[in-house]
């Protein structure tokens, strides 16, 4: 049995303390660990699983550790798997929050194909696969107990007791929810400077919105991309009429290459991808930015609006509300979204069917409720809790307090017990948001018009593809948009990689994430990598 010290190099937000004969590894450092610890004492008497589920069931979102003492072992993430933990039970186990603990050899020999597809087609491994044979992953609410292994999963994003509610109700209730979440940030946190990343869409307008009508001091509103972006100039706006301060970071693809040809890079990948999931670059050359221009200060909290779209339902495709949708459009919907990294891929049937056993091994115990519950349910075990709310690794790196206040618990808890109706198309949030309308965020035409992903004179683009439909068809509009993307409202992210690199592998992938991927793999698996692209 052995838990891992903790190595500052690539273990950057967690921390160690002992109490009563207890050695607790925990994040974040500033996590208050008196909260998990009186419950560690009555488990040490009852020694009860159940109950000490239950138990952590009532604690916030927003931490994860691992207790010792003697020859018990405890571990637990919390419901969106905020600071992952892995596990070896080769001999006797093996646990850490820094998966680089457990490498010690050729990274060639600790996979096979499976993962190296799966992965590309995805970000990242579902379940609780890593790349390491003898290496195992904690999914989201789940703990751990050791000696007699077990593992048992304390929450479920399904519904356990709907009630049907008039609208108003809900929103009531909502609004109830939205304004206790935020009072209880502003409080726990009013010393520290908020930061909200502001784009142009409807969660980050939430967020700041009632940030300022709750009285939040020392906030500013942090917005990037390419110069003259549409996002940009509505969150801008947004800024105004809400009296916030506004910083624009300008990114550019010399400097999205700069920072990933760099050694922090490097450090940044290793730390943050838990060898099950591709590093996220949304953010870090704009962090790198505000670190250089000293834009970033010590007791900053960084807020975001993550991701309120998913758990409200507008994630949900309209076809699984239709009468005759089965099990078999679900599966296709999944693949869909979630699986197309790389089209050559997935259109290859081996691959297909791949993609098809690792859905049904997530959802086959749960297919007696609506197709939107399953959908949404796979998505927060896997995508979500293992590639959206990983994003947060870079805030760690750049030793950031964060805070996702619409995945606070009761926020979770609210929307899974929502009628399958007020889900459609987050039919239930779109219409409290038109409702509260803070100084008029959320009915003003001006910030609701279209948001085009051609910034500046590159709007062009756009008028070049409808005379490109008008001749050729819309599957050579569609290409000439794909080809054209290398210069449009992600052109940083394409930075890192010359047009020619772009223009061999444009037919085949999704987005600039699909050139991440394909790098991550290479960099860790460049010979089963050289299989597959």
């Known amino acids: 049995m052995k838990l891992f010290n903790i190595d500052p190099e690539t273990s950057f937000c967690w921390s160690e303390i002992e109490l009563e004969g207890w050695r607790i590894q925990f994040a974040p450092k500033s996590y208050d660990i008196n909260l998990v610890f009186k419950f560690l004492k009555e488990y040490e008497v009852n020694l009860n699983l159940a109950k000490l589920a239950d138990s952590i069931n009532t604690l916030n979102n927003g931490f ?39 490498i010690d050899k050729n990274l060639e020999l600790e996979t096979d194909l499976k993962k190296i597809i799966e992965f590309a087609m995805t970000g990242y491994l579902t ?30 994003f399904l519904p356990d007791k709907i009630l049907d509610n ?75 009429i809400l009296g916030v301060k506004w910083i624009f970071v300008e990114s550019k693809k010399s400097l ?31 962090l790198c930015e505000m670190k250089r221009q000293k834009i970033l200060k010590k007791n900053s909290i960084i807020v975001n609006g993550q991701t309120g779209d ?20 679900l599966e296709d919907q999944i693949i869909k979204k979630h699986f197309s990294l790389w089209k050559n891929l997935i259109n290859k049937e081996s691959n297909l069917v791949l993609a098809k056993q690792l859905i049904n091994s997530q959802i086959k115990n749960i297919k007696k409720y609506h197709l939107g519950y399953i959908f949404n349910y796979w998505e927060w075990s896997e995508r979500q809790s293992k590639r959206i709310v990983n994003q947060q690794r870079t805030y760690d ?54 948001i085009y992903r051609w910034p500046g004179n590159l709007k062009m683009v756009i008028g070049f593809a409808k005379i490109i439909e008008f001749i050729f068809g819309k599957k050579i509009k569609n290409l000439f948009y794909q080809y054209m993307n290398y210069f449009g409202h992600y052109s940083n992210h394409y930075g890192p990689f010359s ?35």
């Open 256 to 286: 999205a290459k700069k920072y990933f040809n760099s050694k922090e890079r490097l450090e940044y990948w290793k730390m943050a991808s838990g060898m099950c999931s591709s590093p996220d670059m949304q953010e870090f050359e704009v």
């Open 499 to 533: 047009f020619f690199h772009f223009l061999k592998r444009a037919k085949n992938i999704r987005n600039h994430e699909s050139l991440y991927v394909e790098t991550w793999l290479k960099e860790n698996f460049p010979k089963l990598s050289d299989k597959i692209f």
């Open 397 to 450: 790196y750049f030793n950031l307090s964060w805070n996702l206040p619409l995945w606070e618990k009761d926020f979770m808890i609210f929307w899974k017990n929502i009628p399958i109706k007020y889900l459609k198309n987050g039919y239930l949030y779109k219409t409290y948001l038109k409702k509260w309308n803070y100084k008029n965020l959320f009915q003003n035409e001006k910030l609701n018009r279209e």
């Open 166 to 240: 008039d609208e108003n109700d809900y929103i009531k209730k909502l609004e109830f929810q939205i304004n206790n979440i935020f009072k209880s940030l502003i409080e726990k946190n009013s010393e520290k400077n908020f930061i909200v990343p502001l784009s142009g869409g409807l969660d980050s307008r939430l967020v700041i919105g009632k940030l300022v009508e709750l009285g939040c001091k020392n906030l500013t509103a942090v917005s990037y991309g390419p110069k003259k972006n549409y996002e940009a100039k509505i969150a801008k706006e947004v800024a105004k």
């Open 127 to 156: 379940n609780d696969k890593t790349f390491l044979f003898d290496v195992k992953q904690l999914e989201s609410a789940e703990i751990l107990q050791y000696p007699n292994l077990k593992i048992k999963k304390y929450f479920h």
């Open 310 to 329: 998913f758990i409200t339902g507008a994630h949900i495709p309209q076809v699984l509300f239709n009468a005759n949708a089965d099990l078999n459009l």
């Open 64 to 102: 994860g550790f691992i207790a010792q003492k003697n020859e018990l072992i405890l571990a637990c993430v919390d419901r969106i798997r905020s600071y992952p933990i892995f596990y070896s039970e080769k001999k006797n186990i093996k646990i850490s929050g820094d998966i680089n603990r457990f």
